[in-house]
């Protein structure tokens, strides 16, 4: 909704406008705020700090329209004025754009033309609306992404590699932090969102440690990805650090954080994935890898690290396991021969 003042001491202006945008108002695209004069105008613009354009004339008692377009200039800067009057001599004029007016319309008002200047001026508004926007995107981008991830992402090669979709070979680890869904709904959302964002931190540090990605955070899950050189090696030693670190923390007035944890190697086709209508992709990995691991982790008890036989093949040498059993698996017309990574 875009909110207008109109400032003008002729009583039925107010009228006239209620009715030459009754159907904007009655859509709810505009919302008209109005005063008598400019002093009444800036207590109103104070009131209504979403105000985006002015109306104004120029000729008004207590404080005439320059004055009040200096003022909204100098204290408002990102609200345009029009002014609309009937002393529209090239003086005024001049004055009025000087003043930092985005456009001039002359008494008896044209409504038909004063309807496609506040459609220009909206497209100003808002084109402002999104600098600001993309601006505020870009700073906290900065806070969390490296410069050089960013000079990367103004080039050609970054545009290109937004399109291509591989099959890639890696292990998928699903690291959930247990019984949080009980905190969430009894303590505050600050405590909720403090206390997970303190247990991500540690789990964070230990997959990045051995060369993970995080892939994307699930409520108070994490999915991680490895990939590279001993792949499965180093999510498992990921994931033994984190059950590690979190187990230490035992004097949490809260909540003491275990995490169930399913890990699963294999094929996986990355590639980024989303919605073109949202503006809003993901560059992940999906296939029967991620799946399998998801489910092993949903069976996976706390202080847990479960595999599947196939994974444990390869790394038993490495790792000290227990046969959990077999599992009846969704979407799996196999049933599953789970181990469980002791250390």
Not at 29 to 52: M, P, Q, R, W
Not at 129 to 140: G, P, T
């Amino acid at each position: 909704m875009i909110k207008i003042l109109v400032v003008d001491d002729e009583p039925d202006l107010e009228t006239l406008i209620r009715q030459k945008f009754r159907q904007k108002i009655r859509e709810g695209a505009y919302e008209f705020v109005f005063a008598e004069n400019g002093l009444t105008a800036l207590e109103k613009i104070t009131t209504h700090s979403d105000i985006d354009i002015v109306l104004s004339d120029i000729n008004m008692p207590e404080m005439d329209g320059l004055t009040l377009l200096g003022r909204l200039n100098d204290e408002w800067p990102l609200v345009k004025s029009v002014i609309v009057s009937a002393y529209g001599d090239m003086e005024n004029i001049r004055s009025a754009m000087n003043k930092g007016a985005f456009d001039f319309i002359t008494k008896p008002i044209n409504f038909e033309d004063l309807s496609l200047t506040v459609e220009k001026t909206i497209k100003q508004v808002n084109q402002i609306k999104d600098s600001i926007r993309a601006v505020q995107e870009n700073n906290i981008m900065r806070m969390y992404v490296d410069e050089n991830v960013l000079q990367f992402m103004g080039t050609k090669k970054f545009e290109e590699s937004l399109t291509e979709n591989e099959t890639v070979e890696g292990t998928v680890a699903f690291i959930d932090i247990c019984g949080f869904t009980a905190v969430s709904e009894k303590e505050s959302p600050d405590t909720v969102v403090t206390l997970l964002n303190k247990y991500f931190d540690i789990m964070v540090k230990e997959i990045i440690n051995q060369g993970g990605i995080i892939d994307k955070f699930i409520g108070d899950c994490i999915m991680a990805v490895f990939r590279g050189d001993f792949h499965i090696d180093r999510a498992i030693d990921a994931s033994l650090a984190i059950k590690e670190q979190l187990n230490k923390l035992t004097d949490e007035q809260v909540f003491l954080p275990r995490v169930s944890i399913g890990i699963h190697s294999g094929e996986m086709i990355s590639g980024n994935i989303g919605s073109a209508a949202l503006r809003r992709f993901d560059y992940t990995v999906i296939g029967d890898t991620v799946n399998t691991a998801q489910r092993l982790q949903g069976i996976a008890g706390e202080n847990q690290i479960y595999i599947h036989e196939e994974c444990y093949e390869s790394i038993k040498q490495s790792f000290q396991c227990k046969h959990i059993g077999t599992f009846e698996v969704k979407n799996k017309t196999k049933e599953m021969i789970v181990y469980e990574v002791l250390g």
